[in-house]
């Protein structure tokens, strides 16, 4: 609950900016780049995806239209929830639980609950109205609350719940964005409230004013200077208000999520490199304590990327939004080769081979290594415990190493470092039984704003990426890669973030769904 409270811990308190020296606000430009592609599309066999993965220096402009163009990716944008979600049967009626009282939501929650694949039910409308009511506090109030700033008199403090955390990290984008539900702020005009030196100015109105001064909290830097952990922690603490009721949290992998390339099968100089990715997983929580205490988690469910780019216009406009949506895709190209992992082992680069078994340099015993080599160091063992014929002794409370020298560990001869989490139990959750695709939803976030895309991957795609061959080079083997974004919702509006936390309650409600074999006949399948 307290994860990214140590994203603040460092930032100093709001200082005081002469208006003059705060930068202009920052632009909200949201991207709306949207490539298209058909099943039966002609490529050019230069620009296939095999040949792509072949040149791998992989410059970024791959990353683009022609990587597009190779993936066949065919977004659809302003999506609606029931072209979004799957199975719109999994849709609550939120017109209908808006509409109900504290009393009748009480009565029918338990009718609007439906199990889950973990176990347990899924929340109903009385935990819905609970959240739609947290969130629906006024931005001011909400900042007053975490502020600790005392409540105007004759109004009520407002009680934010669960939604403190999120309101915390909400109020320290204040510093860097404007809020557009402040009222403006304008000059009080000297003509209508002067100002005279008198003994009366000291009264309760001049204090009254006074306090409404050093209460006001006001933009001193632009958005582009805002650190990404900001970014980060909002959204994650939006999303687990609807998670953490599906038995899921948000934390970031252990390992640095990547995204695995392999040359073709059978080529005559075999590459694999990655591209790595900035996102954190949604993962589902563990059913037992001990389980929990060993940090076992299920998934990932879902993935979160969060992009720090305000300028769209560099180089270009095409070049500057293609780039943003490649690493909207990487994250949920990454989150399927993961879920891909389920019921299988990893299988390490280059286990086996001669480069990772046998001894560097012929055999030999090789010579010193950085600064061994430097002509005033000490012959021997650096790391051994001195002795009186060396003529040197440590201090008492110096411990000699315990672990291997930094040299030492270059000269063992090995495989790469593991890639796959040993404490991630890794599942496809809520794939569709039998599909030869797999939905991922990326939950997006730009600026102020989040959005949810899903991207149906298909399982012959990553073959593709592991290196399987692609029999006719002309055509996709795959088809089309067919995504899916939602609007964009500004977090600082009310109405916006409802709707957003009814979008990620659809989401959550589709992925932990209880598996049955009839999954395969659902809608847009």
């Given at each position: 609950?307290?994860?990214?409270f140590?994203?603040?811990a460092?930032?100093?308190?709001?200082a005081?900016v002469d208006p003059k020296?705060?930068?202009?606000?920052?632009?909200?430009?949201?991207p709306?780049?949207q490539p298209f592609?058909?099943e039966?599309d002609?490529?050019?066999p230069?620009?296939?995806?095999?040949?792509?993965l072949e040149?791998?220096?992989r410059?970024l402009?791959?990353?683009?239209?022609?990587?597009f163009?190779a993936?066949?990716?065919?977004?659809s944008l302003?999506?609606?929830?029931?072209?979004?979600?799957?199975?719109?049967s999994l849709?609550?009626?939120?017109?209908e639980?808006?509409n109900?009282s504290a009393?009748?939501?009480r009565d029918q929650?338990s009718?609007?609950?439906?199990p889950?694949?973990?176990?347990?039910?899924?929340p109903?409308?009385q935990?819905?109205?609970?959240?739609r009511?947290?969130?629906s506090?006024?931005?001011e109030?909400?900042?007053?609350t975490?502020?600790?700033?005392p409540t105007p008199?004759g109004?009520?403090?407002?009680?934010l719940?669960?939604?403190?955390e999120?309101?915390?990290?909400?109020e320290?984008f204040?510093?860097?964005?404007d809020?557009p539900?402040a009222?403006p702020?304008?000059?009080?005009?000297?003509?209508?409230?002067?100002?005279?030196e008198?003994?009366?100015s000291d009264?309760p109105k001049a204090?009254?004013i006074?306090d409404?001064?050093?209460n006001?909290?006001y933009r001193?830097?632009?958005?582009?200077?805002?650190?990404?952990e900001?970014?980060?922690?909002?959204v994650?603490a939006?999303v687990?208000?609807?998670?953490?009721?599906?038995?899921?949290n948000?934390?970031?992998?252990?390992?640095e999520p990547r995204?695995?390339?392999?040359s073709?099968?059978?080529?005559?100089q075999?590459?694999?490199s990655y591209?790595p990715?900035?996102c954190?997983f949604?993962?589902?929580?563990?059913?037992t304590?001990e389980a929990?205490?060993?940090?076992?988690?299920?998934?990932p469910?879902a993935?979160l990327?969060?992009?720090?780019?305000?300028d769209f216009?560099n180089?270009?406009?095409?070049k500057?939004?293609s780039?943003?949506l490649?690493?909207?895709?990487?994250?949920?190209?990454?989150?399927?080769q993961h879920r891909?992992?389920?019921?299988?082992?990893?299988k390490r680069f280059?286990?086996g081979?001669?480069w990772?078994?046998e001894k560097r340099w012929g055999?030999?015993p090789?010579?010193?290594?950085?600064r061994?080599a430097?002509?005033?160091s000490?012959?021997?063992?650096?790391?051994?415990?001195?002795?009186?014929?060396?003529?040197?002794?440590?201090?008492p409370s110096?411990?000699?190493r315990?672990?291997?020298?930094?040299?030492?560990?270059?000269r063992?001869?090995r495989?790469?470092?593991?890639?796959w989490?040993r404490?991630a139990?890794y599942?496809?959750?809520?794939?569709?039984?039998?599909?030869?695709?797999d939905?991922?939803?990326?939950v997006?976030?730009?600026?102020?704003?989040i959005?949810i895309?899903r991207?149906?991957?298909?399982?012959?795609l990553?073959g593709?990426l592991?290196?399987?061959p692609?029999?006719?080079?002309t055509k996709?083997?795959?088809?089309k890669?067919?995504a899916w974004r939602?609007e964009?919702y500004?977090?600082?509006?009310?109405d916006?973030r409802v709707?957003a936390?009814k979008?990620?309650?659809?989401?959550m409600?589709?992925?932990m769904?209880?598996g049955?074999d009839?999954?395969?006949?659902m809608a847009n399948?």
């Open positions: 609950m307290f994860g990214s140590t994203a603040f460092t930032v100093p308190a709001k005081k020296d705060i930068p202009p606000p920052t632009s909200v430009n949201l709306r780049f592609a058909h039966d002609p490529i050019d230069s620009a296939a995806l095999s040949t792509l040149t791998t220096g410059s402009a791959v990353l683009g239209a022609p990587g163009s993936l066949g990716l065919n977004l302003d999506a609606k929830p029931e072209d979004l979600i799957p199975d719109a849709i609550p009626d939120f017109k639980w808006d109900l009393d009748d939501a929650n009718s609007t609950r439906r889950m694949r973990n176990g347990n039910l899924t109903g409308c935990v819905y109205l609970e959240r009511k947290e969130l506090n006024i931005n109030d909400a900042f007053r975490v502020r600790r700033i008199k109004k009520q403090q407002a009680r719940g669960n939604t403190y999120f309101f915390r990290c909400l320290a204040t510093t860097f964005w809020d539900t009222p702020s304008l000059v009080p005009s000297p003509e209508a409230t002067p100002i005279e008198t003994p009366d009264g204090q009254s006074a409404n001064d050093a006001a909290v001193t830097a632009d958005g582009s200077s805002m650190p990404a900001y970014r980060n922690s909002l994650s939006f687990k208000l609807v998670a953490y009721d599906f038995g899921c948000v934390s970031p992998a252990r390992l995204l695995h390339l392999s073709t099968e059978g080529s005559p075999p590459r694999k591209y990715s900035g954190i949604i993962f589902q929580s563990p059913m304590r929990a205490r060993a940090g076992t988690v299920h998934g469910v993935a990327s969060a992009r720090g780019t305000t216009s180089p270009s406009v095409e500057a939004q780039l943003d490649a690493r909207e895709v990487l994250a949920a190209l990454v989150t399927a891909a992992r389920e019921g299988k082992t990893e280059g286990e081979q001669w990772t078994t055999g030999g090789g010579g010193p290594i950085g061994e430097d002509k005033d000490i012959p021997g063992d650096k790391d051994a415990k001195p002795t009186e014929s060396d003529g040197t002794s440590l201090p110096k411990k000699p315990k672990n291997m020298s930094i040299y030492d560990n270059y063992m001869v495989p790469p470092a593991s890639t989490d404490k139990q599942e496809a959750i809520g794939k569709v039984q039998g599909a030869d695709y939905d991922i939803f990326v997006s976030s730009l600026f102020h704003h959005s895309l991207v149906r991957v298909p399982n012959r990553l593709a592991d290196g399987a692609d029999p006719d080079p996709r083997g795959w088809g890669v067919d939602s964009w500004d977090l600082f509006q009310v916006q709707e936390m979008l990620v309650w659809v989401m409600a589709y992925q769904r209880k049955t009839e999954d395969i006949k399948a």
